[in-house]
């Protein structure tokens, strides 16, 4: 299993709990964050557990879409979180 640490995995938790909302169909939303929390999406991402595209409204970028690659779901999984239709990464 990935080795995280605790603020990293809080924030990893926070966004595939988010993700699992019907309506996201696996993938989420990036919520607005801190700097520290940068850091820690950044270190998800260096694990390979998930990567954010960025979404456009009226030419202008307007959030990030997260899709979780499969050590992603496993560690999600792993804390009990299986209710997400899962968007194959490209």
């Known amino acids: 299993m990935t080795n995280l640490t605790p603020d990293s995995l809080a ?3 926070k966004i595939v709990t988010d993700s699992s909302v019907e309506d996201f169909e696996g993938c ?13 999406l950044t270190d998800l991402k260096k694990k390979d557990l998930l990567f954010d595209d960025p979404f456009e409204v009226n ?22 979180i299986t209710n997400v239709n899962w968007e194959v990464a490209r």
């Open 11 to 13: 924030l990893f938790l």
């Open 59 to 80: 030419g202008r970028i307007n959030g990030f879409w997260v899709t979780f690659l499969p050590a992603g779901q496993e560690l999600a999984a792993a804390h009990g």
């Open 28 to 40: 989420g939303i990036l919520p607005d964050l801190t700097e520290a929390e940068r850091g820690n």
